[in-house]
């Protein structure tokens, strides 16, 4: 079965989604992040959307999700890289992720993590 | 209506024309006034046109339907007349002028040919007015529509012009709001004040709202959907210039403003902005 694969970079996790999601993937997503993080004993997660042309209210909902799922386990989500268009949908659609870390790219969202955890 | 008008007036024109062309411009150029006197060249070609191509439609037998098949040639004629007048800032009086000036130089024809049978006479006359209006009224319509058009890109290039989005220092942008916000415009600024974040990777921008004349609802929505917009990128946003008054209808509004930072002046705004961005500005003293 399809996964998205999860890179570990020191205590931060980095989950890039490059596909298009569907219920059952992101259940394994959600299932695999929350076992890593117990695993690696991580502290922050990277959710990497540039790849993403379309965010639609269930890939934003998931997105929430599992941010909600990492910080009971206490490891803080950013998401990094969202495109205009799809910010500009997802404020029309009124999700605006509230609760949910973001940043411009990855190496923005590894300096917020690590400056938050300092 | 009666194919006999079309015939006498089809005679008039074949057999009169020169004559029929110097009397409407007489009409033409009096009516026009002094300042246009320079185009009186273009005109007299356009007249020229305007009496052979009507001619040569009633002389194909052509009904009184001018919206018709038959009437393209002398439609496409008129539409492009009132166009090129309607983009030199003519009146629409003006451009329909042009058609009805021919009406008395035609009248004066039909009298003279005619002037034996008073009937017959008000008849002709009748259905070429009718005729003529009916042309008349098309120019004014392409008029109007040319003028729309004009308006239309105007709107347009004030939309692009009036959405400035201007990066203030490294990682924090600035963009002034002059006029007032409405949908279409926020869509704009939405998407400029985006693209700028992604070029420049800038972590704060700070929306200037000086030059917005009233915030209401509608407005703050607007506000607020770009805020969520930005920080969806990763970036901040400040709002300042918020005047004493838009202050004071923000809050008898209820507009919940709690989640944004709110600064009075775009200075203020800097401030933060750099603070938060980890840049100092220092005075130095020049004096040692």
């Known amino acids: 079965m399809e996964r998205i694969p999860i890179l570990r970079m020191g205590r931060l996790l980095l989950v890039t989604i490059q596909v298009d999601m569907h219920d059952r993937l992101a259940m394994a997503l959600q299932d695999d992040l929350t076992e890593r993080i117990v695993k690696d004993r991580a502290r922050g997660v990277l959710i990497d959307i540039s790849a993403l042309d379309v965010v639609d209210s269930f890939i934003g909902r998931m997105i929430s999700n599992t941010a909600s799922m990492a910080r009971v386990l206490d490891a803080r989500t950013v998401v990094v890289g969202m495109q205009p268009a799809v910010a500009i949908t997802l404020v029309e659609l009124g999700l605006t992720l509230d609760g949910v870390r973001t940043a411009l790219n990855v190496e923005r969202g590894v300096k917020l993590l690590e400056s938050e955890s300092d | ?288």
Request: with cysteine; hydrophobic share 45%; proline share 2%.
């Open chain 2, 1 to 288: 209506m009666t194919s006999a008008h079309t015939q006498q007036l089809t005679v008039i024109l074949n057999q009169h024309q020169q004559n029929l062309l110097e009397n409407w411009l007489t009409t033409l150029t009096s009516k026009l006034g002094r300042k246009e006197k320079s185009g009186e060249f273009e005109i007299r070609r356009q007249a020229e046109q305007f009496l052979s191509l009507l001619a040569r439609t009633l002389e194909s037998g052509a009904g009184s339907d001018t919206d018709g098949n038959d009437w393209a040639d002398v439609r496409h004629l008129l539409g492009e007349v009132s166009r090129t007048r309607a983009l030199q800032g003519f009146s629409s009086l003006d451009t329909a002028s042009f058609v009805f000036a021919l009406k008395e130089p035609l009248f004066d024809h039909l009298r003279s040919i005619l002037g034996e049978q008073p009937a017959q006479l008000a008849q002709e006359i009748a259905a070429t007015s009718s005729l003529f209006d009916k042309l008349g009224l098309y120019t004014i319509e392409v008029h109007q529509k040319a003028r729309e058009q004009v308006i239309l890109r105007q709107q347009q290039e004030l939309l692009e012009l009036s959405t400035p989005v201007v990066q203030l220092w490294q990682n924090v942008l600035a963009l002034p709001l002059i006029g007032t916000l409405d949908s279409a415009r926020t869509q704009v600024v939405m998407e400029s004040l985006l693209q700028k974040i992604v070029e420049t990777g800038a972590m704060i921008a700070i929306i200037d709202i000086t030059g917005v004349p009233t915030v209401d609802t509608l407005v703050a929505q607007h506000l607020l959907k770009t805020i969520a917009a930005a920080r969806l990128m990763g970036a901040d946003c400040i709002i300042s210039g918020i005047r004493p008054q838009i202050a004071q209808t923000i809050v008898h509004l209820g507009v919940n403003l709690e989640d944004v930072t709110t600064k009075a002046t775009l200075a203020d705004a800097f401030m933060i902005a750099l603070k938060k961005t980890g840049s100092r500005v220092t005075v130095q003293n020049t004096e040692q």
